[in-house]
């Protein structure tokens, strides 16, 4: 099998005395998409924000594209700011309360990274935001601020924004729960998008059919451990263990 | 006694006093802008991990908050020329005196708004891969400026009261060119009562467009 995009070895996280990652082994290969589900608390946000250096964790590695993230090899002493600032540059990530710069309009948001960031010239990064707001399906309102926006249409600028920067990876913490229940579907067809274009995607999600029907493989996370995984079908109908059943009983009548 | 108003005399020196006023707007915009340079760095020092920077910063911030500005005044005029300071003009002592009186004031209004600020913001700025000082060039300034704007308009407002205190050393703003026609004409309640009309208007004027400008750039709705 080719080198997997992401790797996560052992990785141990603490807050103060509480472990909340117990040792996280995990790969995802390129074009995969791969929805992270299990109860709250479980450690699912906290690991995605270690992959985008959001926490720090203290054991263990992860690897994006062969390039160890975050901290010196052997000592575990953590990157400068500015080797850190490049190496998220090149993972995405879409917030559950969408975080858009409210001072900006959805075209700002996006060309940041890509003038800032990616040190583009403007009109091709404005250019770029275009292609990805009328992408997402917001052409029409480039030029709104967020507060002039729905939620949905919001968090569509805040995928746009990511995906702008052809990250090689795209972490999802929970995009949809923010939202009213008649914004959920035109987020989910954004992502069902850009997985079906072979985007690798990382999903913390509790919309199993979405899961379902869109991620590549699931992994159940369960007390800052990784309990269980496989593909959809197989985990989601027909779960191994007693939790991920009760789990999922949770969501009667989706797997029928 | 009936009080004779005549406002002739006002009028025929009424230039002067619009001249008076037009500096005291200039002496508040001037501080303000160098204030709010001031009180940045003094916001930031107040956050800083090296402890003797924090205390530097309060021990400035305490000292010209619990200290009448009039006596700053002073200080700075006749008392810097004691220590070997020679070349201030009046202008630049009084611009220096009141850029300094504000900046300890903004450090407070920085410092609040950017405690204020919403963690989410910076965490996205990060995300996108923005160094350190381009996520506060870039989102946390922006978003800590709109923020504070009501605070600003406020002691922008306060400042341009504060620079009728220029007539003390003979800045000829409009306080001082009052002082100077009611001298020379006597007509006490007319010149003053002018220049309080002028006072007034001016605020409630920078006030308004003040406003304006907020709504404008107000960002959390
Ligand atoms: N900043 C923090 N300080 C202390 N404890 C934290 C912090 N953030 C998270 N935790 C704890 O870490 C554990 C894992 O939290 P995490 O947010 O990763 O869970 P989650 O699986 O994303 O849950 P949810 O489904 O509710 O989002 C929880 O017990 C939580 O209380
Ligand atoms: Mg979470």
Redesign the interface.
């Known amino acids: 099998m080719a080198q997997p995009l992401l790797r996560a070895i052992d990785v141990h996280k603490r807050f103060g005395a509480t472990e909340v990652l117990k040792g996280i082994d995990l790969e995802v290969q390129q074009g995969e998409v791969v929805a992270i589900i299990g109860a709250s608390g479980s450690g699912k946000t906290t690991f995605l924000r270690c992959i ?3 926490e720090e964790f203290h054991q263990g590695e992860i690897q994006v594209d062969g390039e160890r993230i975050g901290y010196t090899e052997g000592t575990h002493r953590r990157l400068g ?2 080797a850190i ?9 879409v ?1 559950q ?1 969408y ?5 900006m309009t959805a075209e700002q948001n996006v060309t ?2 890509l003038i ?2 990616q040190k583009r010239p403007k009109a091709e990064a404005v250019e770029t935001a275009r292609r990805w707001l009328d992408r997402v399906g917001l052409s029409e309102r480039r030029g709104h ?1 967020p ?1 002039q926006l729905s939620g949905g249409q919001q968090q569509r600028v ?1 995928i746009a ?2 995906v702008a ?1 052809e990250p090689k990876l795209v972490l999802f913490d929970e995009v949809t729960s923010a939202l009213d229940p008649e914004l959920v579907a035109e987020v989910l067809a954004v992502m069902q998008d850009l997985a079906k274009s072979g985007m690798t995607m990382l999903v913390v999600s509790h919309e199993m059919l979405f899961v379902r029907e869109v991620a590549t493989r699931v992994v159940f996370m369960e007390g800052g451990r990784i309990a269980e995984q496989g593909p959809p079908d197989a985990l989601l109908v027909n779960p191994k263990s007693e939790r991920l059943a009760t789990f999922l009983g949770r969501f009667h009548g989706v797997f029928r | 006694m009936t009080y004779q108003f005549n406002f002739d005399v006002i009028f025929r020196s009424f230039d002067k006093m619009l001249a008076g006023l037009w500096l005291g707007l200039w002496l508040a915009a001037l501080s303000l802008a160098i204030g709010t340079v001031i009180g940045l760095l003094a916001a930031y020092g107040r956050q800083s991990r090296l402890a003797p920077l924090r205390a530097v910063v309060w021990t400035y911030v305490e000292i010209i908050r619990n200290c009448p500005i009039l006596l700053l005044i002073f200080f700075v005029y006749f008392g810097l020329p004691e220590l070997g300071i020679f070349f201030l003009g009046k202008i630049e002592s009084f611009v220096i005196t009141l850029s300094i009186y504000a900046g300890a004031y903004l450090c407070e209004v920085f410092r609040a708004g950017l405690a204020s600020m919403p963690a989410r913001y910076v965490e996205a700025a990060k995300a996108i891969g923005l160094r350190p000082v381009q996520r506060q060039v870039h989102v946390v300034l922006p978003v800590m400026f709109r923020i504070t704007l009501p605070a600003l308009s406020n002691n922008l407002i306060s400042l341009f009261k504060d620079t009728s205190l220029a007539a003390a050393i003979a800045i000829p703003e409009l306080t001082f060119v009052t002082r100077q026609i009611n001298a020379n004409t006597f007509r006490v309640m007319e010149s003053w009562l002018t220049a309080s009309a002028l006072y007034l208007v001016t605020c409630y004027a920078i006030a308004w467009l003040l406003r304006r400008v907020e709504r404008r750039y107000a960002v959390i709705r």
């Open positions: 985008n250096l959001l700011e500015t600032s490049a190496q998220r540059a090149k993972i995405g990530m917030f309360s975080n858009l710069f409210p001072h940041l990274g800032k960031v601020y507060y805040a924004r990511a920067m």
